[in-house]
């Protein structure tokens, strides 16, 4: 399904079989090939929460040259949601760009994850991967049939982490979301420690791409101390990266299309893929 607006075209495309294994692709006017953002929404990794809280970041995006996959996954309340399935449906949909990049002229040498809260958690799992221990059912194909193979996942030049929930272990002893961080991955630290190694960023480090985390200091369902932390130790264990403090900001005004927070995430995007 397609449409067209005066700046971009949207494009509805199944990354998998699976009815919410979905995404709207928002392109450019022009030939390309288009730097791609890929956008995860955030809510907890609870189902009342949809795509669709990124859909006007999305057409800002590409209203300024940058393709925009704002991607749906399965979430905890959804039939198949939770672990593993929300983690390997997010690495389906980034890696079904490579399938997709000839048609729709997608770089993909030039390819950013960019999430809000426990979508930055998903958007910084992302640049994880590589280091995912490898008896991980995370470390696997998630592709039908292929379930044995090894995965080979999308390379992306950089990470856009909004209020993101950087350290899993840190969200569940603060109980961010009530509970949510147990929820996702069925227990505590204590009863699955392999799952939190596998899932949690704070648990991957170093990353081995530049990272960008934007935070509000007036932030009450993810505190800036999780991004604060989380750059502290990823500089240590040498990873480039880069903190935006936003004195007084809450956590929503990020996702505010109009808002100077928005401003800042479209030209930490730029850089990132070289457009300035």
Do not use: C
């Amino acid at each position: 399904m397609s449409q067209s607006s005066h700046n971009s075209r949207i494009v509805r495309l199944s990354y998998g079989p699976e009815t919410l294994q979905f995404g709207e692709l928002h392109l450019p006017t022009g030939s390309g090939p288009f730097p791609t953002v890929i956008l995860i929404h955030g809510g907890f990794w609870r189902n009342p929460y949809g795509y669709t809280l990124m859909t006007s970041l999305a057409e800002d995006l590409a209203k300024q040259g940058i393709a925009a996959w704002n991607i749906e996954y399965r979430r905890v309340g959804d039939a198949g949601g939770g672990w593993p399935s929300t983690l390997l449906d997010v690495a389906r949909a980034a890696d079904y760009l490579r399938s997709t990049a000839h048609s729709y002229s997608l770089d993909v040498q030039r390819v950013v994850s960019v999430g809000h809260s426990a979508g930055g958690h998903l958007a910084l799992w992302l640049a994880a991967r590589p280091r995912i221990p490898e008896d991980s059912i995370l470390a696997v194909s998630s592709h039908a049939g292929k379930e044995e193979e090894r995965a080979r996942p999308l390379p992306l030049v950089g990470v856009v982490s909004q209020a993101g929930v950087t350290d899993l272990e840190m969200a569940r002893i603060r109980n961010l979301g009530s509970g949510a961080v147990a929820e996702l991955l069925g227990g505590s630290l204590q009863d699955v420690p392999e799952r939190y190694a596998a899932a949690s960023p704070a648990a991957l480090l170093p990353l081995g791409v530049p990272q960008v985390l934007i935070h509000g200091t007036e932030d009450d369902r993810v505190p800036y101390i999780m991004s604060e932390e989380y750059a502290q130790a990823a500089r240590a264990a040498g990873d480039q990266v880069t903190l935006i403090k936003l004195e007084g900001a809450d956590h929503f005004v990020l996702i505010n299309v109009y808002s100077d927070a928005w401003a800042k995430t479209v030209q930490s995007v730029r850089q990132l893929v070289h457009l300035e």
